[in-house]
């Protein structure tokens, strides 16, 4: 058997990005996390609901992602669960994503977290804000696909 997939079970997903945003590019970036951290995060103890990240001072910050303190944890439980989180990434691809979040309407939104080769990952996409007209086609796009999906299955089964 071979490993699975990092995608196959984010540990944290932020299902809201695809709503509010249409996201164009996404790049993956470590993440800098302290004390027992991970271990909460392992267990799936983390939430990237209001979360977002900004670039100063030439690096990137993730805001507002809540990573509960680990329930057997020690003195190294961070005090804060939303402190900013740095992330890893190299110094072209923090000028690239500057530029890009520098054009009118765009921000960088969290999409997932996940562990890959044993290190937390955070996938991060650039995203341009959608309009209340935009979500609504979405919305209709979304369920008429689903329709389809429902009529296909009901036919499949009437012919067998």
Request: proline residues 3%; hydrophobic residues 30%.
């Amino acid at each position: 058997m071979g490993k699975k997939d990092q995608f196959d079970k984010p540990l944290a997903q932020n299902k809201k990005a695809s709503h509010d945003y249409f996201i164009e590019e996404a790049i993956e970036a470590g993440m800098v996390l302290t004390g027992t951290e991970i271990k909460s995060l392992r267990t799936g103890r983390a939430t990237l609901g209001d979360a977002f990240a900004t670039i100063r001072n030439g690096e990137m910050f993730l805001h507002n992602m809540h990573i509960s303190p680990f329930a057997q944890g020690n003195r190294s439980n961070p005090d804060d669960p939303t402190r900013a989180r740095k992330l890893l990434l190299h110094k072209a691809q923090i000028t690239k994503m500057l530029g890009s979040v520098k054009r009118d309407g765009y921000t960088l939104v969290p999409l997932r977290v996940y562990i890959k080769n044993g290190f937390a990952k955070c996938l991060i996409g650039l995203g341009k804000g959608k309009k209340q007209y935009d979500k609504r086609e979405s919305d209709a796009k979304r369920d008429s696909q689903r329709d389809i999906q429902r009529i296909l299955r009901e036919k499949q089964k009437v012919s067998r």
